[in-house]
């Protein structure tokens, strides 16, 4: 599992999506703020979309603290990168918690606080709305019709 994690890690500071892909099971669940419940396929579409969208000289990810038993992990992850949207400077702190099957990550949660997200990346609107729940349906639902457009495109 550790082997799994610093993969998914290292391959996401290298925006190498595809690898990132490897590290999840055919079934994975993940659940984050901004993009809400992903199954499957739509995951690995997310970060996929999420790597095209940066350049590694402005995409950052350290990885840290990661605690692993025998089908389960947690680990502190930054990522440090420029909001494509508004050009602002992000520096995202995220607790992660991996759940694993048959080596491969089954179920990933990423837990940050969109509010400061929200302010680091939309500046005074992100600093007014980010903490409600408005902004946060909005944003899922923005995410969801970014990532539906991502998928059409490549099929």
């Not at 190498?16 to 579409?45: Q, R």
């Not at 605690?67 to 992660?96: M, T």
């Not at 089954?106 to 990346?121: G, P, S």
Request: proline fraction near 1%.
């Amino acid at each position: 599992m550790q082997k799994t994690i610093h993969k998914f890690y290292s391959s996401f500071n290298d925006l190498d999506a595809e690898a990132m892909a490897s590290c999840y099971h055919n079934e994975v669940i993940f659940t984050d703020p901004a993009f809400g419940t992903l199954k499957g396929e739509h995951a690995s579409n997310m970060w996929r979309m999420l790597c095209a969208s940066q350049t590694k000289s402005t995409f950052a990810v350290e990885v840290r603290n990661i605690e692993v038993n025998e089908d389960s992990a947690r680990a502190h992850w930054e990522a440090k990168y420029l909001f494509s949207r508004s050009g602002r400077a992000v520096h995202n702190k995220i607790q992660a918690q991996m759940k694993f099957k048959d080596g491969l990550i089954i179920e990933h949660v990423d837990n940050f606080n969109l509010h400061a997200w929200a302010k680091q990346a939309l500046g005074w609107k992100g600093f007014l709305l980010g903490g409600t729940s408005f902004f946060k349906k909005q944003l899922n639902k923005q995410t969801a019709a970014m990532l539906n457009r991502y998928e059409k495109k490549n099929r």
